[in-house]
């Protein structure tokens, strides 16, 4: 059993596990650590939490120190001259005619390194624009190529629901998501309204998705022939997953026919889902690009 924390850093969405050692630290204290960039300074997300296997979390350093007061001067030092050389690094690259939109800018804690992290449709020759930012810096330059995803977790903003975006204020890593998680839903198949801020696919699609694969498992479709528990025949007009109700446009003795609300154990039928979703139709295909960008921007992070 090891104690460790996690530590989160501005820029790194992941976060890095740590040993306090003899330090008391808790969360939201500051602390210095050694990363493979170099001397860090990272926000603690957690306290100390045993862990079982060492080796799921390896390599992991010890924390050298929490933050002083004298670190929190630097650091607020750092963001100016992030700042000024954000400034520079847009004039180089407007310079050298690139096409690529700067993100952010940062230095590492102890100024061993500058990143700049930016966007670009596609591979960016900028070896010159190196070479003129560590003539300007004389420092280690590191350029680095995020996708849109990325620049949005990056930036933050507020999502379409009114709170901080998930990507910016809590995950660490993004998860798969797909059109089939909305048609599953019973979302609407707008891309406006299944869209986050980044343009892709939001990353809330995934969080119901397993109540509603589970759900969606016992009930019927839409369209399905199904037979009720008081011996009528029918065809399911509306499913709602959430009240557990199908709507059913039931057939009478004298053939009339009228709509009645069961529960999903009052019904008889067969399940018609198949797993390669063959039965999707034409508003699928016409949102089959967003799948194609969902695709592209995970090749992205990693």
Known sequence: MTKVIGVRFRTAGKIYYFIPGELEIKAGDNVIVETARGVEYGTVVFGPTQIDNEQDYMPIKQVMRIA????????????????EAFKICLEKIEKHGLMMKLIDCEYTFD????????????RIDFRELVKDLAAVFRTRIELRQIGVRDETKILGGIGSCGRALCCHSYLSDFVPVSIKMAKEQGLSLNPTKISGVCGRLMCCLNNEEAFYE??????????????TDDGLKGEVKSVSVLKGIVRVIVTLEDDEKEARDYKPEQLKFKHNRRNDRESIDDELKQLEYLEKKEGKSHLDDD
Do not use: C, R, W
Request: hydrophobic fraction near 35%; proline fraction near 2%; charge should be negative.
């Open 111 to 122: 100024n061993n390194k500058v990143l700049f992290y930016f966007t670009a449709d596609g």
């Open 214 to 227: 589970e759900a969606n498992s016992h009930m019927p479709q839409i369209g399905d022939f199904v037979t």
């Open 68 to 83: 002083t007061k004298e670190d929190d001067e630097k650091l607020l030092l750092n963001k100016v001259k992030e700042k």
